[in-house]
Nanobody, 115 residues
Framework: QVQLVESGGGLAQPGGSLRLSCVVSGIRFSAYGMYWDRQAPGKEREFMAAIFSDGKTRYSDSVKGRFTISRDDAKNTHYLQMNNLKPEDTAVYYC?????????WGKGTLVTVSS
């Protein structure tokens, strides 16, 4: 059974930083691409960042240059370092992995950016 568990959310001030973690079990972690999505209140879930098994990364335009995705295959964990946070980054953040037509998400962690 594939499980993803996020942590690291919370309250941050504008311009501040947070680091999210996602621990994954039930798959051969090193072989899979890992993703972060977010869903703001009243909006659809949207893609934020991806890191593939070869270490290549991809970002949405809204977070490029501010957020960094990374992975530690020895710990079955991937991370999202979020810097220069803005109020519009407030959302529930979900980690995700994919295999063919299958998708798995964690339950999410809430990030609130407010002064």
């Amino acid at each position: 059974q594939v499980q993803l568990v996020e942590s690291g959310g919370g309250l941050a001030q504008p311009g501040g930083s947070l680091r999210l973690s996602c621990v994954v079990s039930g798959i051969r972690f090193s072989a899979y691409g890992m993703y972060w999505d977010r869903q703001a209140p009243g909006k659809e879930r949207e893609f934020m960042a991806a890191i593939f098994s070869d270490g290549k990364t991809r970002y949405s335009d809204s977070v490029k240059g501010r957020f960094t995705i990374s992975r530690d295959d020895a710990k079955n964990t991937h991370y999202l370092q979020m810097n220069n946070l803005k109020p519009e980054d407030t959302a529930v953040y979900y980690c995700r992995t994919v295999s063919g037509d299958l998708r798995w998400w964690g339950k999410g962690t809430l990030v609130t950016v407010s002064s």
